[in-house]
């Protein structure tokens, strides 16, 4: 595995496949993913092209690195021609307050669980 998480890309660019679970490494810290790909509603609108996360693991929990990684799929994403990166169902406090300090929004609040969405094209 590399630095930089190249599963994702090819991921990305597999038009026959819109779900599935990725490993990669960033710095040093090994992440498995569950990611989805297409059409996503934020608020009641229709967005294309975005990437789901449905759940996420790290071999060093608190180390970080999710942050860079979050910056790098999103950078990834945009060069992809992607709208964004919805994160679902996050039920650690101290994983949705990082999420808003990086820019992430929380949306789709009448689902019941805390749901957070970020622009590709946003620094």
């Known amino acids: 595995m590399s630095r930089t998480p190249s599963r994702l890309q090819f991921f990305l660019e597999d038009t026959r496949v819109r779900n599935q679970y990725i490993k990669c490494q960033f710095e040093r810290v090994i992440f498995n993913i569950y990611v989805r790909k297409g059409l996503r509603y934020i608020d009641g609108i229709a967005v294309p092209s975005v990437l789901d996360i449905g759940s996420i693991t790290s071999s060093k929990p608190g180390s970080g690195k999710l942050r860079g990684l979050l910056a790098w799929m999103l950078h990834t994403l945009q060069d992809n ?28 609040q009448d689902y019941g669980t805390p749901n957070f969405y970020k622009e590709a094209s946003l620094p």
């Open 81 to 108: 021609g992607y709208n964004g990166l919805y994160i679902e169902s996050v039920f650690h406090e101290r994983l949705a307050i990082t999420l808003q300090e990086i820019g992430f929004r929380q949306v789709n």
